[in-house]
């Protein structure tokens, strides 16, 4: 199967290899070795000097550790969104008793500094800012350069950022940027299965975290903190999974994080600049169209489902659907992680031809 | 390695090898089919019809899971202790704003259900009861059949069990014991590795469920069995661990449940008469002693730290140490999930040799 969702992606052999490494005491020095090395191969992923965090959980967990431990009950906090995942970011805050206003722009556009700008000049008693920087429902990339030099240059709050889908494939240089807390998930651009969630917290985050009231035990990041400067986990880690990203980390330090990021770019706009090439029509505002995943509309008359069983059983290619509000309207392929060049090639021919069966090309393209 | 600690277990190759499995879309048919198999295995083993949840967490995040979702702030509630993960529990329930009744019994000892029945007669507002079946931290097992008769028959709450390291290797008949929660954890009796924990859940547990107030989101059980219904999960799940845990399930299987439970009671009885053999003290009151963890005093004038080194450098064993409250004072031998009598015999015998050199020993066993 090709499987062009945008996570979990497709792992490569020698991470599948690697996590079938023997079971070790978690709190014995094999572990901790490994633990460092992995911490150390994510602060220079992420960009940063500040303390790393992970997680035995999926992406949400790291998103639920980062809103539990900044947050109080009534806490009146901005979560900008513009799609699925921000809406995600809403419901925990919300999950948590946060008194949020929300930032939405429309699904397919990027956050604009200067409605942000707006908002924060009114909301004077808010401290924190959530924000995702790579939407993967909508497949775009928030402008967060910009965005944090408003929200942190100019009303200087702390930023708590989703950077899922986007840390390893996409640059979020998180010291440069100021960036309080970042969170990733290991089953996207680190090329290994999922199970890990990996935060990064500046002190400025420290000192957030210890005003906040939340309730939180699992996910209590001044706990895993203490444990972690111990090469340990308060509770018992997905070793395995551990095993993998340490290897997923080697294979993007072998390549190169320029070379990746620059992989990404090129494999980003040769999808976009294909997809329009058949006569499809990109869902996201071009001009911040992600690198790791491109959401394409489906036209009129086109069923999803069909579709799709179609892509899967006649092609062996799985691709992502529309989340939320826009299931059925969009689909979307993943390029992110491991991927060559053939299978995104091999995934785009398939999408022409079983469009152009069922009548979802336009003239043009069918013609070409 | 010999690894003895009672848990993360040693895996069979069998399921270190399932690990390795490729990435599959956690939203389609291939995940589907894996977690609806892995369910109808986990009740089998849980002995219950009742709802199933899997969970991408540790087993401390299953607590955490059913504490969150049954309990409203500020809620009185009973909570047994008898070691270190009954600790656990009251540290979450606070950590969640309940008020905690402990009811805790010195450790080494069982929960004594009288004592419990005393406590529940006075506390007419309580509606739910935690409880440890096996006490990881001291090795013993409590009497959870009296026990939920007080509980459950006598006091009708709703019983939440942490059968983290006991299900799947002591019986644990939920539906027959009326069990509203039960808990467990991927990398104790069921031979994979660490990430997933899974929570049954009664008719009864939902009731609970729907009037409790606590935040949760990502643990949220309500959500997570809306996504099981379909063959999902809410949040992308460990993939790598289901493929591990559906290989262990194949293998508890092919052996049966009852030589599972006749091969644990017997490593048991079998490593408590050598401990005493050669002249060690069991730390556990014999008659609730564990049949998978034995916990052992560590004898004046020998320091655990330099014990535990040379059981590893010298003889390739990883024991557990004590924790909390008893570090230092005890150590401890896992006997549980996948292991042989040789493994334990040369556990047995390397502790017999270093205790020996170190002094640890009575002049009976030294001479015997």
């Keep these: 199967m090709n499987l062009r969702i945008p996570g979990p992606t497709p792992v490569p052999q020698e991470v599948l290899s690697a996590l079938s490494g023997p079971m070790i005491n978690h709190r014995g020095p094999e572990f901790a070795a490994i633990q460092n090395k992995v911490t150390e191969g994510l602060k220079k992923v992420f960009g940063t000097k500040n303390d790393m965090i992970i997680l035995t959980s999926s992406g949400?967990?790291?998103?639920?550790?980062a809103m539990a431990n900044t947050l109080s009950p009534g806490e009146r906090v901005v979560v900008i969104s513009i799609g699925e995942f921000g809406e995600r970011l809403i419901k925990i805050a919300k999950a948590y008793g946060a008194d949020v206003v929300p930032v939405s722009f429309p699904y397919g556009s990027a956050a604009d500094p200067d409605k942000v700008r707006q908002v924060?000049?009114?909301?004077?008693?808010?401290n924190t800012v959530y924000l995702t920087h790579n939407e993967t429902s909508t497949g775009v990339t928030n402008d967060l350069r910009s965005l944090a030099k408003v929200i942190k240059g100019?009303?200087?709050?702390?930023?708590?950022?989703d950077g899922v889908s986007s840390i390893s494939s996409l640059p979020l240089p998180v010291d440069e940027w100021e960036i309080d807390i970042a969170i990733s998930g290991s089953q996207k651009g680190w090329m290994t299965p999922p199970g890990?969630?990996?935060?990064?917290?500046?002190?400025?985050?420290?000192?957030?975290?210890?005003?906040?009231?939340?309730?939180?035990?699992?996910?209590?990041?001044?706990?895993a903190k203490e444990s972690a400067d111990k090469g340990e986990t308060p509770w018992t880690p997905a070793i395995s999974i551990f095993y993998g990203l340490n290897t997923g980390l080697d294979l993007l330090f072998k390549e190169g994080l320029g070379s990746v990021y620059?992989?990404?770019?090129?494999?980003?706009?040769?999808?976009?600049q294909a997809v329009k090439a058949m006569g499809l029509q990109l869902f996201a505002d071009e001009r911040y169209a992600s690198n790791t995943v491109t959401a394409i509309k489906i036209p009129e008359g086109v069923d999803w489902k069909a579709f799709n069983t179609t892509m899967r059983k006649e092609h062996g290619v799985v691709l992502g659907g529309g989340q939320g509000a826009i299931a059925g309207k969009i689909f979307r392929i993943g390029h992110l992680?491991?991927?060559?060049?053939?299978?995104?090639?091999?995934?785009?021919?398939?999408?022409?031809?079983?469009m152009g069966t069922m009548g979802g090309l336009k003239a043009p393209a069918r013609s070409a």
């Design 60 to 65: 949400t967990g790291g998103l639920e550790a």
């Design 120 to 126: 924060l000049k009114s909301e004077t008693k808010v």
């Design 154 to 161: 100019e009303f200087n709050k702390t930023i708590v950022v």
């Design 196 to 223: 890990l969630a990996m935060l990064s917290v500046s002190p400025r985050a420290w000192e957030t975290i210890a005003k906040a009231k939340c309730p939180r035990f699992y996910f209590d990041l001044k706990m």
């Design 262 to 272: 620059e992989r990404h770019a090129s494999i980003g706009a040769h999808t976009r």
């Design 337 to 354: 992680g491991f991927f060559t060049q053939k299978e995104i090639d091999d995934c785009l021919a398939a999408v022409k031809t079983v």
